[in-house]
């Protein structure tokens, strides 16, 4: 099989695809035929050591990926042929991953692998973010930041299906118009020199119920004063940096800022975690849920993948397919 490595953290330029020989699953575990690989930007956060968790080197990068099962180790409870998408902290970017059976989740039979390798992480965020912490309701506004990023994206989309109203705030048209595909009723620059203004407009002077905000930076406080009484700041990511906020304004609000950490909830409350992604299938059934592929690669070219997700590139997200 062949595996992109990355031997010291660095640029994916400096990566290589080596041939590896084919690992074989143990005690509850499987090895997925990858047929595509999602490439985020914490992928490329992880490869180049910037993120807060390290991974060993050498190690193949990639957290998201999507096959069919090719073996199985005792107790696994999974069989041979079984489409599933998985997640894990590195191995997503080549051709087969040994993970636990526990990992994995049996797909859709209408959802394609490219839809499945970037479907779980991205959506199971969204909506435990606006279920579970942001507490959403029908008919509430629900403000996006990064809403042309992966998170961002899907939490228009989601946001929509638990019908809400939907504004989304991007930084170039390309993003803007992916969030106007994915749903949102409303988009607006998040550049402008009136960002404030322009969301006060949109609410009549109201403000929005809930902020998702996969962004942080210098976005997260003007989003949170673009709050509604009570409204809810829900804390995803910090692609532009940790932000700072001045504990009054939560206060002057009676709003809240509230965590929302995919990975620790999915340890500390896996059965609804398995609800949640149950729901999230139930919804591309009916296809309210639609992940937008913007950019396809075969795995050999690894590196322009991942320098695409870095640059923040839009149109939807990127996938790498294993020849």
Not at 24 to 39: F, N, S
Not at 104 to 133: K, N, W
Not at 267 to 285: H, V
């Amino acid at each position: 099989m062949r595996a992109v490595v990355a031997r010291e953290f660095g640029p994916p330029g400096s990566f290589l695809l080596e041939e590896r020989s084919l690992p074989d699953p143990g005690p509850g575990e499987v090895r997925i035929g990858i047929r595509a690989a999602g490439v985020s930007f914490v992928d490329v956060l992880v490869a180049t050591g910037q993120y807060q968790l390290k991974l060993p080197l050498p190690f193949t990068p990639g957290s998201e990926f999507a096959g069919m099962v090719a073996a199985v180790g005792p107790d696994a409870g999974l069989a041979i042929g079984d489409r599933v998408c998985a997640s894990a902290f590195g191995g997503a970017l080549a051709e087969a991953a040994v993970v636990p059976a526990r990992a994995c989740v049996r797909i859709p039979d209408a959802m394609s692998f490219e839809e499945a390798a970037v479907f779980r992480v991205s959506y199971a965020t969204a909506y435990h973010g606006l279920v579970q912490r942001g507490r959403l309701r029908p008919g509430e506004t629900v403000l996006v930041l990064g809403a042309g990023g992966a998170v961002g994206a899907a939490s228009v989309q989601v946001a929509k299906a638990l019908a809400a109203r939907v504004i989304g705030s991007a930084s170039t048209e390309a993003k803007r118009a992916l969030a106007l595909e994915m749903g949102a009723d409303e988009v607006v620059d998040s550049g402008a020199a009136h960002w404030r203004d322009r969301i006060k407009a949109l609410t009549g002077g109201r403000g929005v119920d809930v902020v998702v905000d996969p962004v942080g930076g210098a976005a997260s406080e003007p989003a949170f004063r673009a709050l509604a009484w009570e409204g809810r700041h829900l804390v995803i990511g910090f692609v532009a940096g940790i932000p700072k906020l001045a504990a009054n304004l939560p206060l002057r609000k009676g709003a809240a800022i509230v965590g929302v950490d995919i990975r620790q909830f999915g340890e500390r409350q896996p059965a609804l975690a398995a609800e949640n992604l149950a729901r999230l299938f139930d919804l591309y059934g009916e296809g309210r849920l639609r992940p937008k592929i913007g950019l396809r690669l075969p795995l050999e070219r690894f590196a322009e993948a991942m320098e695409a997700a870095a640059a923040g590139a839009g149109g939807g997200r990127i996938v790498l397919v294993p020849a």
